[in-house]
């Protein structure tokens, strides 16, 4: 910005005026680590405030993306995390190329993350309360499901199942299927799905939690499929996006599409949830649920069959 006066931009220390602004020099954004630009309201923030306040902008409560390390971080007790399974890797199936080799791409996305593959699962405490924990963190590969992320899911779910335990899954997968696997990709999710069945006939409760952004194949499985989805405010959540669904149907779609608060109000979420508010949020509802059990303890109907309570726990 050029006033007539100049800015402060426009002095240096001397306060001799130049211009800064000269097109023949790009432009830098905000330097990524001491100072970061929130992409909602434009302030230019300390990354350490937003960083305490659990990676919120402190100035419009806009939820800046968490990797899964400190989602498990702020959600289960200090040092309770057992993480499970870490012994799968992604393979390269198809020998699938774009404009680049997927083997090749896989061993970047590892460097780039220090992460196998794109899911965490594990078991954990939440207050003291015990829980399976799954996480998919979109920094790899847009938090995309392939073998390795649906095989870890259905193995915690199975694990919930024995452990006869609460499940938890955070979705922070903005790439749904991962196209570069195929059909074993598509296939993940018919499979956690099907598990999730399994473990909501054997009476477990099972909380999704969305957050930005969740599309695609794993928003059209396990993610929509919790006892109790709950979202951060703000989140993009959908199917295909808004530039595919125009591109294919021509349709202009309502204001605010796709986002946590249009879901709520149109009845596809149960609640969102701030972030700083989601330990708690969690501990409550598995209590809640609990409680529900010991109040009705009988699960069988006037003719002796079994009812099939939501929020049974097992
Ligand atoms: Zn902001």
Same mark, same amino acid.
């Given at each position: 910005?050029?006033?007539?006066?100049? @800015?402060?931009?426009?002095?240096?220390? @001397?306060?001799?005026r130049?211009?800064?602004?000269? @097109?023949?020099?790009?432009? !830098?954004g $905000?330097?990524?680590?001491?100072w970061?630009?929130?992409? =909602?309201?434009?302030?230019?923030i300390?990354?350490?405030e937003?960083?305490?306040?659990? @990676?919120?902008?402190?100035?419009?409560?806009?939820?800046?993306?968490?990797?899964?390390?400190?989602?498990?971080?702020?959600?289960?007790?200090?040092?309770?995390?057992?993480?499970?399974?870490?012994?799968?890797?992604?393979?390269?199936?198809?020998?699938? %190329?774009?404009?680049?080799?997927?083997?090749?791409?896989?061993?970047s996305? =590892?460097?780039?993350?220090?992460?196998?593959d794109?899911? $965490?699962?594990?078991?954990?405490?939440?207050?003291?309360?015990?829980?399976?924990?799954?996480?998919?963190?979109?920094?790899?590969?847009?938090?995309?499901?392939?073998?390795?992320?649906?095989?870890?899911l259905?193995?915690?779910?199975?694990?919930?199942? /024995?452990?006869?335990?609460p499940?938890?899954?955070?979705?922070?997968?903005?790439?749904?299927? /991962?196209? +570069?696997?195929?059909?074993?990709?598509?296939? =993940?999710? &018919? %499979?956690?799905?099907?598990?999730?069945?399994?473990?909501?006939?054997a009476?477990?409760?099972?909380?999704?939690?969305?957050?930005?952004?969740?599309?695609g194949?794993?928003?059209?499985?396990? &993610?929509?499929?919790?006892?109790?989805?709950? &979202?951060?405010?703000g989140?993009?959540?959908?199917?295909?996006? %808004?530039?595919?669904?125009?591109?294919? $149907?021509?349709?202009?779609?309502?204001?605010?599409?796709?986002?946590?608060?249009?879901?709520? +109000?149109?009845?596809?979420?149960?609640?969102?949830?701030?972030?700083?508010?989601?330990?708690?949020?969690?501990?409550?509802? $598995?209590?809640?649920?609990?409680?529900?059990? !010991?109040?009705?303890?009988?699960?069988?109907?006037?003719?002796?069959?079994?009812?099939s309570?939501?929020?049974?726990?097992?």
């Open positions: 910005m050029e006033t007539e006066r100049g @800015n402060w931009t426009s002095m240096n220390p @001397n306060g001799i130049r211009n800064l602004a000269t @097109n023949d020099r790009p432009k !830098r $905000v330097p990524e680590g001491l970061r630009q929130c992409p =909602q309201c434009k302030s230019t300390f990354t350490k937003a960083a305490a306040r659990f @990676n919120v902008c402190p100035e419009c409560d806009y939820h800046f993306y968490l990797p899964a390390k400190e989602r498990i971080q702020q959600l289960l007790d200090q040092d309770s995390f057992e993480e499970w399974f870490t012994e799968l890797r992604p393979t390269d199936p198809l020998g699938f %190329k774009d404009h680049r080799e997927y083997s090749k791409r896989l061993i996305e =590892q460097a780039k993350t220090g992460m196998h794109a899911a $965490v699962v594990g078991k954990g405490f939440i207050r003291g309360r015990p829980v399976v924990l799954g996480v998919t963190d979109f920094a790899f590969m847009a938090g995309s499901m392939g073998s390795v992320v649906g095989e870890k259905t193995r915690a779910i199975e694990e919930a199942i /024995r452990l006869k335990l499940l938890i899954f955070v979705s922070g997968s903005g790439g749904g299927a /991962r196209m +570069q696997e195929g059909i074993l990709s598509l296939m =993940q999710m &018919a %499979k956690v799905s099907a598990a999730l069945a399994r473990y909501d006939s009476g477990g409760l099972y909380i999704s939690i969305l957050t930005n952004p969740t599309m194949g794993v928003a059209a499985s396990w &993610a929509g499929l919790g006892d109790v989805i709950l &979202a951060e405010p989140a993009l959540i959908g199917f295909a996006g %808004k530039r595919t669904i125009w591109n294919t $149907v021509r349709l202009e779609l309502p204001k605010g599409f796709q986002t946590s608060e249009f879901l709520l +109000q149109h009845g596809l979420i149960d609640r969102i949830v701030p972030r700083k508010d989601l330990r708690t949020e969690l501990a409550r509802i $598995v209590d809640y649920c609990e409680r529900q059990r !010991r109040r009705a303890p009988c699960s069988v109907d006037d003719h002796g069959n079994r009812t309570e939501p929020f049974q726990l097992f």
